[in-house]
C-alpha cells in the first residue's frame, strides 16, 4: 500500500527551465514532508522540508508548495541546471521515527 | 559530518546462502534503518531500530531479520537468500525520537543468483 503517491516517473527538463514533480498523501497523521535528492551511486540526502501548517517553503531555487486541504504537495526546481540531474523522493513523517518514501522521479536536466 | 557506511557496495550470493549486510554510523544517532531501492517502487522500509537490542518491523519484513548489539552497528540478516532479493539496499540512521532527517549510507547492490 503507496501512502505517499509521487509522479512523474521520470522528467526530462532543458537547462533553465521548471522541474516540477508532484506527491499526494492519504495519512492525515503525516506532520513533516521532507524531499530527499539522490545521485548515482550515493544514497538519499536530504534536501528540503516542510511542515503542514506552511504552504509553501524556498531554499535557493528549491520550493515546497503544500496544499493541506488537497493532501498535496509538490518540488520545483527553478533554473534547472545539468548539476540538478537525480532522483528525487518526496517523503513524510508520521508515527514515531517512520518516513514513508514516494516512489521517485528521475530527473534529467539537459543543455 | 556523519558518515554511514555499509560493508559492501557490491555483493553476488547463491540462492539459499545466509546473507549479512554490515552498517556502521558514527554520529552517535539512537536510530538506524534498513531499507531496499526498487525501480519504480521507491525505498521501502524493512526494520527499524531505536535503540540497542530494540527493533521494528518495517512494510516488509519476510525474509529478513536484523541485529544490533552496539549503537553504532546495524546488520540486515536474509537467512536464506532468494532471487526476489536482489535488490539495493541502503541503511540509514537518524537522532532523536522524532526526525525527518535521515543519513543514509551509499548501498549495496545484492544480486542473488
Known amino acids: 500500500q503507496q501512502q505517499v503517491k509521487q509522479s512523474p516517473q521520470s522528467l526530462i527538463v532543458q537547462k533553465g527551465g521548471i522541474s516540477i514533480i508532484n506527491c499526494a498523501y492519504e495519512?492525515?497523521?503525516?506532520?513533516?514532508f521532507p524531499w530527499y535528492q539522490q545521485f548515482p551511486g550515493k544514497g538519499p540526502a536530504l534536501l528540503i522540508a516542510?511542515?503542514?501548517?506552511?504552504s509553501e517553503k524556498k531554499e535557493g531555487r528549491f520550493t515546497i508548495s503544500f496544499n493541506k486541504s488537497a493532501k498535496q504537495f509538490s518540488l520545483h526546481i527553478m533554473d534547472s541546471q545539468p548539476g540538478d540531474s537525480a532522483t528525487y523522493f518526496c517523503?513524510?513523517?508520521?508515527?514515531?521515527?517512520?518516513?514513508?518514501f514516494g516512489t521517485g522521479t528521475k530527473l534529467q536536466v539537459i543543455p | 559530518d556523519v558518515k554511514v557506511t555499509q560493508s559492501s557496495r557490491y555483493l553476488v550470493k547463491r540462492t539459499g546462502e545466509k546473507v549479512f549486510l554490515e552498517c556502521v554510523q558514527d554520529?552517535?544517532?539512537?536510530?538506524m534503518f534498513w531499507y531496499r531501492q526498487d525501480p519504480g517502487l521507491g525505498l521501502r522500509l524493512i526494520y527499524f531500530?531505536?535503540?540497542?537490542?530494540?527493533?521494528e518491523k518495517g512494510d516488509i519484513p519476510e525474509g529478513y531479520s536484523v541485529s544490533r548489539e552496539k549503537k553504532e552497528r546495524f546488520s540486515l540478516i536474509l537467512e536464506s537468500a532468494s532471487t526476489n532479493q536482489t535488490s539495493m539496499y541502503l541503511c540509514?540512521?537518524?537522532?532523536?525520537?522524532?526526525?525527518?532527517?535521515?543519513?543514509f549510507g551509499p548501498g549495496t547492490r545484492l544480486t542473488v543468483t
Open positions: 516542510i511542515r503542514p501548517d506552511v
Open positions: 540509514a540512521s537518524s537522532y532523536g525520537s522524532y526526525s525527518y532527517e535521515q543519513y
Open positions: 554520529m552517535d544517532h539512537e536510530n
Open positions: 495519512n492525515t497523521a503525516f506532520d513533516y
Open positions: 531500530s531505536y535503540d540497542v537490542k530494540m527493533k
Open positions: 517523503a513524510a513523517l508520521g508515527g514515531y521515527q517512520k518516513v514513508t
